[in-house]
């Protein structure tokens, strides 16, 4: 489970940067999940643990963002790692899923 603290680190970080569809968040929130759902890390994020969850409007449809707790620890990281020129671990986890 998440901290206070990583809760708002997590929700600093902003998913769409450098991405120039059309998006309007709805909905921006860290919530206890209370189903599994598939992450697009390729793990689960579970019933029970902390999910991030995005609802908006993208490019017109509507569409529901997940991300399991895993990601979203990663999340709280991400800006410092980046600055230090380092592969973020969000970054990490996703490539490992979806290798370029
Ligand atoms: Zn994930």
């Not at 450098?18 to 921006?28: A, F, N, S, T």
């Not at 759902?37 to 997940?66: M, N, Q, S, W, Y």
Request: charge should be negative; include cysteine; proline fraction near 3%.
């Amino acid at each position: 489970m998440l901290t206070d603290a990583q809760k708002t680190a997590c929700m600093g970080f902003y998913p769409f940067e450098g991405d120039d569809g059309d998006y309007r968040i709805l909905e921006d929130k860290v919530v206890v999940g209370r189903k599994d759902h598939p992450c697009g890390c390729g793990e689960v994020a579970r019933a029970g643990d902390h999910h991030r969850v995005i609802k908006g409007l993208f490019d017109g449809d509507f569409v529901t963002l997940r991300w399991c707790e895993g990601c979203c620890v990663a999340m709280t990281t991400y800006y410092e790692e980046l600055v230090a020129g380092e592969v973020t671990k969000l970054d990490a986890r996703w490539d490992k899923r979806n290798p370029s």
